[in-house]
């Protein structure tokens, strides 16, 4: 069984031997090998060789007629090749010999073509390389000429465009190094000329002002009632230039590839902004910082800047308030700020912007208003005032033309006239008062009509009688009321200047310069008026004059109201028109005037009375025998001379300093009477003081003063005449039997009075019995007397207890 199986397994090899190609054997040859059969297989692989051995021979055999026939034709073949073989070598000698120039051309040709090859390849590197090197070179001459824009453009289109075609070569990587130092160079370049350009426009910006001020107030002087376009200074090529950098993107590209700023010098224009600063370095700048994707951060930088200038153009100096230079200095400077944010507004775009503008004008109109009512404060003349608020207004109306919004500028011009008005009128206080000083207080005399048409042109006089009147002749007030009467008009003329063109209505004119003129009458004038009537040493004469002087002043206030009209063309009677206070403001005046009148009046009177010495116990005299008081004498003269002068005075004045006088005269006299000090009166005393009150009632009957109706200056002796009656005739039984009657005689005698009298003309009596009453014995007349002084000292006693019960 095992043999069998063995035998399959040898004759499975065989066939697998058989099969199988050579390379793949030794697997085969190893599974015999490693077997226990070896020899039995040698024995089988012999017997199969010769198996096969015998097969080939009985093959050869069959085919080894044809076999010898085909090397028979081989043999003829070869020979036949031979010849061939002969024929080919000398075909080829000769082909090689014919071939040698052949392959010499080709050979040539062959060259040629790689040469051109060479060549082509070159040119197409060379194609790509040289705008390269073409490109760099400009890059090179643009950033030394400066031209830094097109240099970064060039920079650009070389990094992006040509050095990626070239490939990769030494000097393409050199120069892709130096791109981003160029870039920076360039970047860093631009921002040094824009500090320069904040710098430049720093230091011109007060010319800038000055010349925009200028233009606004040629323009406003042209064509007053033209409204004044935005941006008039930028003028036309202003707008050139802004259509120019407007067109490109982001914020445009430059005018020319000098730069943006540089202007069409043939244009005929009013010099502006872009003729006084070059504002390329800006638009260069923005285009840079744009390109280089930093357009932000130049806006930043640029607007921060510009809000540090700002602050230091809006901070006045400590000073400026000294001399209106320096508020034009400090007005050219803002304006030449804002002229300079205004053209880069519009022509730059998105630079800045509207709102970055209004926010800056928002801080400088709130620290202008500051500043300008700080310093303001401190100015006392009006002349400065005047022209500083014609600064403003033109410095307003030049920023207004640029569409600054500028009415607080205007309010603050009517908060700084109320300051106006006050120093108005301190100046005119003390020219008030250097007229009043001046004034000689008497009237005008007036020899030629020249003369007199003189001070009627400067004063509305109005009395045809004086005009009737022939030279030489006296106008009826003093130097006062005509230099007063032009100096109202001045101050008119004064508030009527610092109202124009605050654009304020006529009515609104009207109603300031009237409420000005009134706080003038009713304030400075009535003060200063005040002051020459309340002075030291002012004589009569000067008062009388005063008064004289304000009524003709009061009559003339008509013609002011009608002045005002004239001058602001608004009707006197319009309703809600402020009226002037100037009637009450000198009749005010006139009041205190006389006032004046009758207090010096009387303390001259009370120096003649106090000379007045009466002998109180003088023995009685005859009444022939007594003369009037020499003091008394003398006040009556000077009385008379005093009067005289009131001739001028209203009639009403006259009369009651006259009759004030005479009161006071008669109340003094009365006083003296009845003076404590004096304790004892003598019945002569009584009759010199009777005679001396005659005097007086006969000053009063002569009229020192006209129109006094009968014997009505009499009244204001009527109390002591009355009562020197009473003891001089002894009427005691009429006056008590009378008292409290209407038709009673010694009406105006008050009990208090003759009681203290009788008991001072009673007291010495009293003495005298006590004296006697060692006599034990008196004169029956004495004593009678004594009695009936008694009864009456009671009875009057009596009256007083019942009045006041």
Known sequence: MASVETAAEHERILREIESTDTNCIGPTLRSVYDGQEHGLFMEKLDARIRNHDREIEKMCNHHFQGFVDSITELLKVRGEAQKLKSQVIETNVRLQEDGKSLVGSMEELMKCRVQQRNIATTVDKLTHCLPVLEMYSRLQEQMRAKRYYPALRTLEQLEHTCLPRAGRYRFCTIMSENIPKLRTQIRDTAMTQLRDFLESIRKHSDKIGETAIKQAQLQRSLDSGVTLQPRALIGRRGRKEAAGTESGGHGGSPISEQDSGVLDEEAEEVPGAQDLVDFSPVYRCLH??????????????????????????LQPHSNMHETLEGYRRYFNQIVGFFVVEDHVLHTTQGLVNRAYVEELWELALSKIVAALRTHSSYCDDPDLVLDLKNLIVLFADTLQGYGFPVSQLFDMLLEIREQYGEI????????????????????????????????????????????????????????????????????????????????????????????????????????????????????????????????????SCHFLEEFISNITNVPPDTANATKLYGTSTFKDARHAAEAEIYTSLNAKIDQFLQLADY???????????????????????????????????????????????????????????????????SIGALHQLNVDLKECESFA???????????????AFSDLRQLLNLFTQWDWSTYLADYGKPTCKYLRVNPHTALALLEKLFKPMKETSRKNVVLAQFKKADRDRQKLIDAVIKQLRNLIAQHHA
């Not at 840079?288 to 153009?313: C, H, P, T, W």
């Open 288 to 313: 840079i910082y744009s390109v280089l994707g930093l357009r932000d951060v130049f806006e930043n930088y640029y607007r921060k800047q510009r809000r540090k200038q700002a602050r230091l153009v």
């Open 615 to 681: 002998e109180w116990m003088s023995p009685a005299q005859a009444s022939g025998n007594l003369a009037t008081s020499d003091y008394l004498v003398d006040l009556i003269t000077f009385l008379k001379s005093t009067f005289s002068v009131f001739t001028n005075l209203p009639g009403k004045v006259a009369q009651t300093a006259c009759m004030s006088a005479c009161k006071h005269i008669a109340t003094s006299l009365m006083q003296l009477l009845l003076d404590p000090e004096v304790r004892q009166i």
């Open 424 to 555: 108005l009128l301190k100046r005119w206080n003390v020219t008030f008062r250097q007229i009043l000083d001046q004034d000689n207080f008497s009237p005008i005399p007036v020899s030629t009509e020249q003369e007199y048409r003189q001070y009627t042109s400067q004063f509305p006089l109005q009395d045809p009688e004086l005009e009737k009147l022939p030279f030489p002749k006296k106008l009826p007030f003093s130097e006062f009321v005509p230099k007063a009467y032009c100096q109202i008009k001045e101050f008119i003329y004064a508030c009527l200047k610092y109202s124009e063109d605050l654009h304020l209505s006529s009515t609104e004119i009207d109603d300031m310069i009237r409420k000005s003129t009134n706080l003038l009458l009713t304030r400075t004038l009535s003060n200063c008026l005040q002051y020459a009537i309340k002075k030291k040493n002012v004589g009569l004469a000067e008062l009388v004059q005063v008064i004289i002087n304000t009524t003709h002043l009061e009559q």
């Open 701 to 715: 009957r002569a009229g020192p003063v006209a129109g006094f109706q009968g014997d009505t200056l009499l009244l």
